[in-house]
């Protein structure tokens, strides 16, 4: 991109926040220069560092800036999203089955193993929910939660004490990383014995395409497949606690004296028409937009793995197409109680 045009753009944007743009950054060809500059940063990642230093009549001077396009996510990389599907979804892996009967009703490359991003946090989930230890125990947050593989940001800043159920619920419901880690942190052995104990779970349900590094995804070395996620919502479905506490749609919490509150990140959980008993949802540039959720429909509970989505709505649109696709077209299920009742007797 042309220098001139983005240091014009910038020194316009500038400007304007700063209430002071001279009569110079508002002509034709730098308001032009700003447009473009919208579009290209719609189609790339933008990191900007400016150095600034005001006067009373606008700004003296705007530095360092540069375009950089999107990381592909794994699943790009190799191809995946090349794969054709009749419901012409946007992730590059999808999964679809019955939970009660294990009848697969849709799948695209679900062989595929890849990052997992915060979809992890529901393993976590299980690993704490299977320690027993007390959910009102307070757990602290410490600098060895900061994030510093992705430098993600967290409202819970360091010294934020909560109780593990509180903590369980922010990284269920919110995807709080430092939540997750503390919780990892806090277990018996801490995060080593912890990590162990996810990767021995994970061997013991037959997950054998699923690794773990860390308690919250934020690695890209979190790894797995649709089939083994599905594997893995089945489990965490049998736990009451991680139903209510992934399905919460907000949360309120003391954070440093003051209420903070927390929102779900799946905007499917508010709407009418879904009845879903467990989500959870995760991104990293490495994974794409993932979701699994267990939703009950057309008589059926169902589990489905989205992994690997291109765009920031676009793993909710795909559940939507499954959803109205199951409603339309799959067979409703009939209970196995009523179809013995109905069968003629010779």
Same mark, same amino acid.
């Given at each position: 991109m042309n220098s001139k045009l983005l240091r014009a753009a910038l020194a316009l944007a500038v400007a304007t926040a700063c209430g002071a743009a =001279? *009569? *110079? +950054?508002e002509t034709p060809a730098t308001r +032009? =220069? *700003?447009a473009r500059l919208s579009k290209i940063a719609a189609h790339a990642k933008v990191r900007q560092a400016l150095v600034l230093r005001t006067a009373r009549h606008g700004v003296r001077h705007v530095a360092a800036a540069r375009v950089e396009p999107a990381k592909p996510s794994f699943g790009q990389m190799i191809g995946l999203h090349q794969s054709a599907d009749s419901l012409e979804l946007k992730s590059g892996v999808a999964l679809v089955l019955d939970q009660d009967t294990n009848e697969v009703l849709f799948s695209k490359n679900p062989q595929a193993v890849l990052p997992i991003a915060s979809l992890t946090k529901l393993m976590t989930a299980v690993i704490v929910t299977e320690a027993n230890?007390?959910? !009102?125990?307070?757990? $602290?947050? $410490?600098? !060895?939660d900061i994030d510093t593989e992705k430098g993600s940001h967290s409202r819970l800043r360091v010294g934020t004490t909560l109780r593990r159920e509180d903590m369980l619920h922010l990284a269920l419901m919110s995807s709080e990383n430092r939540a997750a880690n503390a919780l990892g942190r806090n277990y018996p052995g801490g995060l080593p014995a912890f990590v162990a104990a996810m990767n021995a779970k994970a061997r013991a349900l037959g997950m054998t395409e699923?690794?773990?590094v860390e308690p919250t995804g934020l690695s890209s070395r979190n790894q797995s497949s649709a089939r083994d996620l599905a594997t893995l919502v089945k489990t965490a479905h049998e736990v009451p606690l991680i139903r209510e506490? =992934? $399905? =919460?749609?907000?949360?309120?919490v003391e954070v440093g004296n003051r209420p903070v509150q927390f929102r779900t990140t799946n905007a499917l959980v508010r709407s009418p028409e879904w009845d879903i008993g467990l989500q959870k949802t995760g991104y990293i540039s490495e994974a794409g937009r993932c979701l699994v959720m267990q939703a009950k429909m057309a008589g059926r509970h169902l589990i489905m793995v989205f992994l690997d989505s291109a765009g920031k709505y676009s793993r909710i649109g795909d559940a939507e197409r499954v959803r109205r696709w199951i409603t339309a077209s799959v067979p409703v299920a009939v209970p196995a109680a009523l179809e013995t009742a109905h069968?003629?007797?010779l």
């Open positions: =001279s *009569a *110079a +950054a +032009a =220069s *700003a230890q007390p959910l !009102d125990e307070p757990i $602290t947050i $410490t600098d !060895d699923t690794h773990y506490l =992934s $399905t =919460s749609p907000e949360y309120m069968k003629p007797t």
